[in-house]
C-alpha cells in the first residue's frame, strides 16, 4: 500500500524542499532570471519508483515489438541525456562547423545548445496552431547551407511523418526526429521515430531515472564504439538521488535508511575525490563524452511498456475531462487518438502571467515547455510559439501518478486559475 506523509491536501507540507524560480517578468520575449526560493513540487512531475519491480534488473513483461517504443527500432547508442543524443545525431548526419539546421520556432532552450557545441547555426522554421510544421513557411527558409532538419512530436502527438520524409530526401536534408515527448507512440501502423535518418530520445521523461538519453535509427549506421561509462560510483549516485526523490513522494519509504547511509557514504568518498559527479558536466560539451549510467539501462529494461503507455494514456484522459469546461483553462490538445502515448497534458491559461507565481507557491507540478526561446528567433515568425510561450503550461500524466496526487493537482490549478480571473 502506497502512502503519502504529510497527506495531500490544502496546507503545504511543514518542511517542504525548495527549489530556485525562474521568473518572468515584464512584457516581450521571455529571458530566464534565477528567482525566489519555492517549494518542490507536492506531485511528482516525472516518473519516480511506485514499487520495488522496477529496481530489479529483470524484464517486465513481453508487450510484443509495438510496445517497445523507441528500442524497437533497433540498438540504442545512449548519451549522458536528450540533447546529447541530438548533437550525436548531428554528428552522424557529418554535419560540417557553418552548417545550418532547421530547428521549429516553438522548442526549448536544450534542442538549442548543442549546436554551437560543433559549429553549427540554427535556421528557425514556423509551425501552425495546432504544432503541425508549415511546409511552405518551411521550404521559404532554406538555403544552401541548411543541412537538418529537427521535428519535433510535441507532448508525444505526431507530425505527419511520410511527408517529413519526403521533404527531406526531396531537399537533401537529413531528418531527426526529436522523440523526447514521444518515446513510445504510432502514427498509423509506423513507430515514431521510424521516418527519420536518426531519432532521438529522453529516458527521464518516460522512465524512473534522472538522466539518460539515446539515439536510434532505422536507416542509417549508429556511432560504431559505445561511449565511456560514468563509473560505478556515478551509477550509485544517480540511483541514490532517484530514490531520494521517490522517498520525498511517500513511495518505497521503508529503504529510507538504507538511502540515507548510502548518500553519507557516497558524500564521504566524493570528498576523497572518489568518482565522479555527472551533474556537473550535463551544462557542457564535455557531456558528449560519456554515455548514459547502466543503472538507467536496467530500469528501462526492467519496466512494462504497455503499462506505460496505458496508464499514461488513462491519466491523460482523466486530466482533459476534468478541465473541460473550466473557465480559463484551455486544453491545447484535448482529443487523445489512438497510438499517442502522451507526455504530458499540454493548456493555454490566458492569465498565467497573473497566477503563475501562485502555482509555484503552493507547489503545484507542471512544465512550461518553451517559456525560454533562442535570442536568435524573430519573436514574428511564429505567433504559436510567441503565445505558448507565455501562456503555455503542461501538467504531468505519467504512469507514477495516484489518482488523489491527480485529483489534488486538478482542484489547486482549477482553484487558483478562477481566483486569477477575479
Known amino acids: 500500500m502506497l502512502t503519502r506523509h504529510p497527506p495531500l491536501g490544502l496546507l503545504p507540507r511543514r518542511r517542504p524542499q525548495q527549489t530556485r524560480s525562474i521568473t518572468v517578468d515584464g512584457e516581450g520575449p521571455n529571458r530566464p532570471r534565477e528567482g525566489r526560493l519555492i517549494p518542490k513540487p507536492e506531485v511528482p512531475c516525472y516518473p519516480v519508483h511506485n514499487d520495488l519491480r522496477l529496481l530489479t534488473a529483470g524484464r517486465g513483461a513481453d508487450n510484443g515489438d509495438q510496445d517497445k517504443g523507441l528500442f524497437g527500432i533497433g540498438p540504442a547508442f545512449f548519451t549522458t541525456a536528450g540533447k546529447t543524443a541530438l548533437a550525436w545525431a548531428f554528428r552522424a548526419s557529418g554535419l560540417q562547423p557553418g552548417a545550418a539546421v532547421l530547428l521549429p520556432a516553438y522548442h526549448c532552450l536544450a534542442m538549442v545548445?548543442?549546436?554551437?557545441?560543433?559549429?553549427?547555426?540554427?535556421?528557425?522554421?514556423?509551425?501552425?496552431?495546432?504544432?503541425?510544421?508549415?511546409?511552405?513557411?518551411?521550404?521559404a527558409r532554406l538555403d544552401e547551407r541548411c543541412k537538418a532538419l529537427v521535428a519535433v512530436h510535441y507532448f508525444g502527438f505526431p507530425q505527419d511523418g511520410p511527408r517529413l520524409r519526403e521533404f527531406c530526401t526531396q531537399h537533401g536534408l537529413s531528418l531527426i526526429e526529436d522523440c523526447a515527448h514521444s518515446f513510445f507512440g504510432h502514427r498509423g501502423e509506423e513507430r515514431l521515430g521510424s521516418f527519420g535518418d536518426f531519432a532521438i530520445g529522453s529516458l527521464p521523461k518516460f522512465f524512473p531515472v534522472g538522466s539518460g538519453g539515446c539515439l536510434v535509427s532505422a536507416r542509417r549506421p549508429l556511432p560504431p564504439e559505445p561511449l565511456a561509462a560514468p563509473g560505478s560510483l556515478a551509477d550509485l549516485r544517480s540511483l541514490v538521488r532517484d530514490l531520494q526523490t521517490t522517498h520525498y513522494y511517500g513511495r518505497l519509504r521503508p529503504l529510507g535508511p538504507i538511502t540515507t547511509g548510502t548518500a553519507a557514504l557516497?558524500?564521504?568518498?566524493?570528498?576523497?575525490?572518489?568518482?565522479?559527479?555527472?551533474?556537473?558536466?550535463?551544462?557542457?560539451?564535455?557531456?558528449?563524452?560519456?554515455?548514459?549510467?547502466?543503472?538507467g539501462g536496467t530500469i528501462q529494461?526492467?519496466?512494462?511498456?504497455?503499462?506505460?503507455?496505458?496508464?499514461?494514456?488513462?491519466?491523460?484522459?482523466?486530466?482533459?475531462?476534468?478541465l473541460a469546461g473550466q473557465p480559463g483553462i484551455n486544453p491545447v490538445k484535448p482529443e487523445l487518438e489512438e497510438g499517442i502515448v502522451p507526455y504530458m497534458v499540454p493548456l493555454r491559461i490566458p492569465a498565467l502571467r497573473r497566477v503563475f507565481a501562485q502555482l509555484e507557491d503552493r507547489a503545484v507540478p507542471m512544465q512550461?515547455?518553451?517559456?525560454?526561446?533562442?535570442?536568435?528567433?524573430?519573436?514574428?515568425?511564429?505567433?504559436?510559439?510567441?503565445?505558448?510561450s507565455h501562456h503555455g503550461l503542461q501538467l504531468p500524466c505519467?504512469?507514477?501518478?495516484?489518482?488523489?496526487?491527480?485529483?489534488?493537482?486538478?482542484?489547486?490549478l482549477c482553484e487558483i486559475c478562477a481566483a486569477g480571473r477575479g
Not at 555527472?278 to 560539451?285: F, H, I, K, S, Y
Not at 506505460?308 to 482533459?320: D, G, K, L, Q
Not at 519573436?379 to 505558448?388: E, H, K
Not at 495516484?402 to 489547486?412: K, V, Y
Open 113 to 139: 545548445e548543442p549546436l554551437p557545441w560543433l559549429g553549427l547555426k540554427p535556421v528557425f522554421y514556423r509551425l501552425h496552431e495546432d504544432l503541425s510544421i508549415d511546409y511552405a513557411a518551411l521550404e
Open 266 to 295: 557516497l558524500k564521504a568518498l566524493s570528498l576523497l575525490g572518489l568518482g565522479r559527479d555527472m551533474a556537473g558536466l550535463r551544462d557542457t560539451p564535455a557531456s558528449l563524452d560519456y554515455g548514459a549510467g547502466r543503472m
Open 301 to 322: 529494461r526492467a519496466c512494462n511498456p504497455g503499462e506505460i503507455a496505458a496508464r499514461r494514456r488513462e491519466n491523460y484522459r482523466t486530466i482533459c475531462q476534468a
Open 368 to 388: 512550461r515547455f518553451g517559456q525560454f526561446l533562442s535570442t536568435e528567433l524573430d519573436d514574428a515568425l511564429c505567433p504559436v510559439s510567441s503565445d505558448l
Open 398 to 412: 505519467h504512469q507514477s501518478l495516484l489518482p488523489e496526487e491527480i485529483q489534488w493537482m486538478i482542484d489547486r
